[in-house]
C-alpha cells in the first residue's frame, strides 16, 4: 500500500510546502498554507501502465471550420465573450459576494432555455427551491431550465452523460465541488485543480459549454489556485459597487474573442437590465457648473465610452498630503502630478488631492491623463471648465501630450451627446476628420493647458473680488464703523 503523503499547500497560489510556516514565499500572503494529502490525485486503479497510442499529425496548412457559438440572448453578454459561447469551452466567472453572478447566469440560461436548448443549472451552494424563488422574482420560473443541488463531480458528470449533451452548463461554484480522486476537504486548492479539471475534460469531449462560478478574495482576485484561470478558456470578472446600480461585465482572459471589451448592466428589481448606451448613464447625474470636473472620452474595447472625472484639491494639514483615487491607477495619478509640479509649475505639495471616476468605472487607458490633469486644476484654481467639452490625451513624462488611438470614434461618440467642444492632442487633429459642430482645440504640451484653465481661474476670482468690493458699504471701504 502507498504510504500517504502529506505536505502543505498555500490556498491562495497553490504552492506547496514539506513542513508549515507562516508566510508563503511564492505569493508572500500569510497564514494560507493547509496541510493536504498529495500521495496521489488519481487512485491507483485508475493509473495503469497502458502503453500509449499513437495519434495523427497535422501540418499548419488547410482551413478549419470557425468555432459554432450559442447566443445567451443578451447583447451585453454576448459582446465580452466574443460573440456567445464556443461549443466544448469552459469560462470561470468571478465576482464579489451579492454583485449579481447568479442573477445574470439565470437570466442568461433562462432565455437559452426558451429558445429551445437544453441547459442544466447545477448549484452547489443553494437548494433548488432557492433557486426556483430567485427565477419566480425575476419572471422566470417558466423557463425549462433544469435545476440541481450537488456537490460530486462524478456524479454531475454521470448524470450529464445521459440523454442528450446539454449545450450549456453552469457550475455554481467550483469551490463547493469535489471529487474522489483527491483526498482533501471541498474548496482546498487540490479539490479545485482535480474538480475543474474534470469539468474540462467532460466539456471537451462531448462538446457542452460550461460556465464556473468562481469566490473572489478580499482584494478582488478570483479565489483558489491561479492554475485554474490558466486551465479554462475564458475568464469574465463582473465588478460593480453594492451601493451603486451599476455593474461592469470584463473579459480578464478570452481565447476566442478579445479581452478589452466590457459589458455594462443596470440593477432593477426585475434583475440585470442591458444598458445599451453607458455614456448617457454615466452622465446622467452630472455636476454642472462646479470647478473640478471633467468629461474624458474613453474607448473600451470597440465601444466609446464618455465617462465624467471627479478631482479635489484642498489645502492639507498633514506633514504628508494624502493622495486618494478611485476608479483609476494609483501610479498614473502620481506622474500626473509630477509632471504637473515639475513642468506647469503647479505646487500641489501642500494640497490634499481626491480624484474619483463617476459611476463606478474602473479606467484603465492612459487616454485619462489629459481629462485628469483639467479636472485637477481647475479644483485647484476653482475654474469652471466647459460644460460641453470632452478631454483625452496621454501625458509624457516632458509634458507633451501625445496621441491616442480610434480619435474619431471619440469624437463621434461626443457629438453624438451634444457635446460642442473637444480638447485633444495636436497631433491627433488629422485624425479627427472634421465632425460637424464640434470646435477642436489640439494642444501640444500640457503647459499650455494649465493656462488656459488658470487663466479662467483668474477672471474668476477677479470678478468675485470685484463683486464684492461692490456689494460692501461705502463706510466699510472708509474704515468707518
Known amino acids: 500500500m502507498a504510504k500517504n503523503t502529506l505536505s502543505f499547500v498555500c490556498q491562495n497560489c497553490g504552492a506547496a510546502y514539506n513542513r508549515w510556516q507562516g508566510k ?18 488519481v487512485p491507483v486503479s485508475i493509473r495503469s501502465k497502458r502503453k500509449g497510442r499513437t495519434f495523427a499529425l497535422e501540418s499548419l496548412a488547410g482551413k ?12 451585453e453578454l454576448d459582446r ?22 447568479s442573477t445574470l447566469l439565470t437570466q442568461a440560461t433562462s432565455m437559452m432555455a426558451r429558445a429551445g436548448h437544453r441547459i442544466v443549472y447545477i448549484s452547489g451552494e443553494e437548494a433548488v427551491a432557492q433557486v426556483r424563488l430567485r427565477a419566480e422574482r425575476l419572471g422566470l420560473s417558466d423557463a425549462p431550465v433544469q435545476l440541481a443541488a450537488e456537490t460530486s463531480v462524478e456524479d454531475i458528470v454521470s448524470t450529464l452523460s445521459e440523454g442528450a449533451v446539454p449545450r450549456l452548463i453552469v457550475i455554481d461554484s467550483i469551490q463547493t465541488m469535489w471529487t474522489d480522486t483527491v483526498e482533501s476537504a471541498p474548496g482546498t486548492v487540490t479539490q479545485v485543480r482535480a474538480s475543474a479539471q474534470a469539468l474540462i475534460r467532460f466539456a471537451k469531449k462531448t462538446g457542452a459549454a460550461i460556465i464556473l462560478v468562481g469566490h473572489v478574495t478580499k482584494d478582488g482576485q478570483i479565489a483558489g489556485p491561479r492554475v485554474v484561470e490558466h486551465m479554462v478558456d475564458a475568464v469574465l470578472s463582473f465588478e460593480g459597487e453594492g ?36 455614456s448617457e448613464l454615466f452622465l446622467s447625474e452630472r455636476d454642472l457648473g462646479t470647478p473640478g470636473t471633467a468629461v474624458f472620452a474613453g474607448i473600451e474595447g470597440t465601444r466609446p465610452v464618455l465617462v465624467e472625472l471627479q478631482a479635489l484639491v484642498a489645502p492639507t494639514s498633514l506633514g504628508t498630503p494624502r493622495r486618494a483615487v478611485v476608479g483609476w491607477d494609483q501610479s498614473r495619478l502620481s506622474m500626473v502630478l509630477a509632471v504637473l509640479e515639475a513642468h506647469c509649475g503647479v ?9 474619483n471616476v463617476a459611476g463606478g468605472l474602473r479606467i484603465h487607458e492612459p487616454a485619462a491623463d489629459m481629462a485628469a490633469a483639467a479636472a485637477l486644476v481647475s479644483s485647484l484654481v476653482n475654474a469652471q471648465l466647459p460644460t460641453d467639452a470632452v478631454y483625452f490625451g496621454e501625458i509624457s513624462l516632458s509634458g507633451v501630450i501625445r496621441p491616442v488611438a480610434q480619435t474619431p470614434a471619440r469624437l463621434k461618440e461626443a457629438v453624438k451627446l451634444g457635446f460642442k467642444r473637444a480638447v485633444l492632442p495636436e497631433s491627433a487633429r488629422g485624425d479627427a476628420g472634421g465632425d460637424a459642430g464640434l470646435s477642436l482645440n489640439a494642444v501640444n504640451s500640457l503647459t499650455t493647458l494649465v493656462a488656459e484653465i488658470a487663466a479662467k481661474g483668474s477672471r474668476r476670482g477677479e470678478q468675485s473680488a470685484s463683486a464684492e468690493k461692490n456689494a460692501t458699504p461705502a463706510r466699510f471701504r472708509r474704515g468707518e464703523g
Open 24 to 41: 508563503c514565499e511564492s505569493c508572500g500572503e500569510w497564514n494560507t498554507l493547509a496541510e493536504e494529502d498529495t500521495s496521489g490525485s
Open 80 to 101: 465580452v465573450t466574443g460573440g456567445g459561447f464556443v461549443r466544448g469551452s469552459v469560462l470561470l466567472v468571478g465576482g464579489d459576494p451579492g454583485i449579481g453572478k
Open 243 to 278: 451601493s451603486q446600480q451599476f455593474r461592469i461585465l470584463r473579459a480578464v482572459k478570452n481565447r476566442f474573442g478579445p479581452t478589452d471589451e466590457i459589458g455594462v448592466f443596470e440593477m432593477t428589481g426585475l434583475g440585470l437590465r442591458e444598458v445599451t448606451n453607458p
Open 64 to 75: 478549419s471550420p470557425d468555432a459554432p457559438r450559442l447566443s445567451s440572448g443578451m447583447t
Open 347 to 355: 505646487k500641489l505639495s501642500g494640497h490634499d488631492v481626491y480624484l
